[in-house]
């Protein structure tokens, strides 16, 4: 398997290229694919450095810092003279199809799993141009910002940042309602009459800041989900951006036939 848009491509494949991600993020998406496959299992030895960066069509310098993930998050072990090998995979893996407007937290104490809320903040913040188009309110106007990191297994798995206006909820009310979960507080509210959402996943590289809240380091592959969910009558009532360590996570959707004459 050789990366699209890689560094030994050639000048008429290169104008084929759509995606322009940095090219260690895409290393780091095929070498997972590689060792969940079954391609390389669990206690199997990775081909040496050379012939992986090869087969991959990478530098040997981009697979080390593609390896570096997987190696801090426990996925490959490396034994001096000896060579690479595949761990096993993290106990905890929560697998969710995203079709369902579902928290986190409820689809983790579905599974059995304790999951705890980490470092919360509750404020009114003035909103910046991006969560004011959002959120279709004014710029400047006050929102209710929750933020916290959410911890299974004495592991983080993700960071929450939620942006509602505060005609919504002010953050008085949010201290006083929050369980854990902004998206638990919403739909037990009868009065908003939650119904849906839109949503983007986004893959990326941890920053600084989210790198020390999930104990990462910078650089390291998150899954970035955006949401904004909304009522029955199309109003606005929250923006979310959700970054979620992927080794503990697992998406997927249910797409079926248009029947559609």
Same mark, same amino acid.
């Given at each position: 398997? &050789?990366?699209?848009?890689?560094?030994?491509?050639?000048?008429?494949?290169?104008?084929?290229?759509?995606?322009?991600?940095?090219?260690?993020?895409?290393?780091?998406?095929?070498?997972?694919?590689?060792?969940?496959?079954?391609?390389?299992?669990?206690?199997?030895?990775?081909?040496?450095?050379?012939?992986?960066?090869?087969?991959?069509?990478?530098?040997?310098? &981009?697979? @080390?810092?593609?390896?570096? %993930?997987?190696?801090?998050?426990?996925?490959? &072990?490396?034994?001096?003279?000896?060579? %690479? *090998?595949?761990?096993?995979?993290?106990?905890?893996?929560?697998?969710?199809?995203?079709?369902?407007?579902?928290?986190?937290?409820?689809?983790?104490?579905?599974?059995?799993?304790?999951?705890?809320? @980490?470092?919360? @903040?509750?404020?009114?913040?003035?909103?910046?141009?991006?969560?004011?188009?959002?959120?279709? =309110?004014?710029?400047?106007?006050?929102?209710?910002?929750? %933020?916290?990191?959410?911890?299974?297994?004495?592991?983080?798995?993700?960071?929450?940042?939620?942006?509602?206006?505060?005609?919504?909820?002010?953050?008085?009310?949010?201290?006083?309602?929050?369980?854990?979960? =902004?998206?638990?507080?919403?739909?037990?509210?009868?009065?908003?009459?939650?119904?849906?959402? @839109?949503?983007?996943?986004?893959?990326?590289?941890?920053?600084?800041?989210?790198?020390?809240?999930?104990?990462?380091?910078?650089?390291?592959?998150?899954?970035?989900?955006?949401?904004?969910?909304?009522?029955?009558?199309?109003?606005?009532?929250?923006?979310?951006?959700?970054? *979620?360590?992927?080794? *503990?996570?697992? *998406?997927?959707?249910?797409?079926?036939?248009? %029947?559609?004459?």
């Amino acid at each position: 398997m &050789t990366l699209p848009d890689s560094e030994t491509a050639s000048p008429a494949s290169t104008k084929l290229k759509l995606d322009h991600r940095p090219l260690y993020i895409r290393a780091v998406e095929v070498l997972r694919e590689l060792l969940e496959n079954g391609t390389y299992p669990p206690g199997s030895q990775l081909p040496p450095e050379p012939d992986l960066a090869q087969q991959l069509g990478i530098s040997r310098s &981009t697979l @080390r810092e593609a390896m570096r %993930t997987f190696e801090e998050r426990g996925r490959i &072990t490396r034994r001096r003279g000896i060579g %690479t *090998f595949v761990s096993q995979p993290p106990p905890l893996v929560i697998d969710s199809g995203l079709e369902t407007l579902e928290s986190i937290d409820s689809l983790v104490r579905r599974r059995g799993i304790t999951i705890d809320t @980490r470092d919360l @903040r509750i404020e009114s913040q003035p909103a910046s141009q991006e969560v004011a188009h959002l959120l279709q =309110v004014d710029q400047g106007s006050p929102v209710t910002v929750v %933020t916290r990191t959410k911890v299974a297994a004495s592991q983080p798995v993700a960071h929450m940042v939620d942006a509602l206006p505060d005609t919504i909820v002010t953050p008085q009310a949010m201290r006083e309602g929050f369980r854990g979960s =902004v998206l638990d507080y919403l739909l037990e509210r009868s009065d908003l009459d939650v119904s849906h959402a @839109r949503a983007n996943i986004i893959p990326l590289s941890a920053d600084k800041d989210l790198s020390a809240r999930l104990s990462l380091e910078p650089g390291a592959v998150l899954l970035l989900l955006e949401e904004t969910s909304y009522s029955a009558a199309g109003q606005v009532v929250c923006c979310s951006r959700n970054y *979620f360590v992927p080794e *503990f996570f697992k *998406f997927h959707l249910v797409r079926r036939v248009d %029947t559609r004459p």
